[in-house]
T-cell receptor
Framework: EAGVAQSPRYKIIEKRQSVAFWCNPISGHATLYWYQQILGQGPKLLIQFQNNGVVDDSQLPKDRFSAERLKGVDSTLKIQPAKLEDSAVYLC????????????FGEGSWLTVV | AQSVTQLGSHVSVSEGALVLLRCNYSSSVPPYLFWYVQYPNQGLQLLLKYTSAATLVKGINGFEAEFKKSETSFHLTKPSAHMSDAAEYFCAVRGNFGNEKLTFGTGTRLTIIP
């Protein structure tokens, strides 16, 4: 079974530029998450989708971050314009549905803003 | 709101010694609890999860954790540490009934001393 796929793995951009990350969840997984992990910290949920609807985006900085999950499958996370403090690993994850089902993580997309 | 607290950001043990990583949770509903491991430059891998079945949960790589409701704890243990166990470990909690966000602790970095 293929895992959660993310791209690009690494990205370096200058502040005020834009960047987009793509995620393809495990086939059949209805729930998709984007987490931000700053160096030395635990992952923080940015947005959670159930199929193509948003369940929780309370911690998404909506003035610069946006995410979509068209057709309820893959998803894109965009940052525009980027700030230095956005340097982090962006982790995509998916699960069959909610509750106690295992959440599977991708390898992450490493962003450095200079 | 639900949360987890990991006691000790860094833990060092000798190879062959007992590994004990501490996690306490706070949740207003019966929680689902997870331990994830993160190796350098990689995503998160599930070690084990508690979903209200047996209170002693066995995971991969010889790890196990015991859910203690009276102590609101879910500590991770391994009888004998191996050099390959060196990594960052995250405890996470997930609620239910409309509160399914997965919330992570700040992590514990485990170092194995030869």
């Amino acid at each position: 079974e293929a895992g959660v796929a993310q791209s690009p793995r690494y990205k370096i951009i200058e502040k005020r530029q834009s960047v987009a990350f793509w995620c393809n969840p495990i086939s059949g997984h209805a729930t998709l998450y984007w987490y931000q992990q700053i160096l030395g910290q635990g992952p923080k949920l940015l947005i959670q989708f159930q199929n193509n609807g948003v369940v929780d985006d309370s911690q998404l900085p909506k003035d610069r971050f946006s995410a979509e999950r068209l057709k309820g499958v893959d998803s894109t996370l965009k940052i525009q314009p980027a700030k230095l403090e956005d340097s982090a690993v962006y982790l995509c994850a998916s699960s069959l549905d909610l509750g106690g089902n295992t959440i599977y993580f991708g390898e992450g997309s490493w962003l450095t803003v200079v | 709101a639900q949360s987890v607290t990991q006691l000790g950001s860094h833990v060092s043990v000798s190879e062959g010694a007992l590994v004990l990583l501490r996690c306490n949770y706070s949740s207003s509903v019966p929680p689902y609890l997870f331990w994830y491991v993160q190796y350098p430059n990689q995503g998160l891998q599930l070690l084990l999860k508690y979903t209200s079945a047996a209170t002693l949960v066995k995971g991969i790589n010889g790890f196990e954790a015991e859910f203690k409701k009276s102590e609101t704890s879910f500590h991770l243990t391994k009888p004998s540490a191996h050099m390959s166990d060196a990594a960052e470990y995250f405890c996470a909690v997930r609620g239910n009934f409309g509160n399914e966000k997965l919330t992570f602790g700040t992590g514990t970095r485990l170092t194995i001393i030869p």
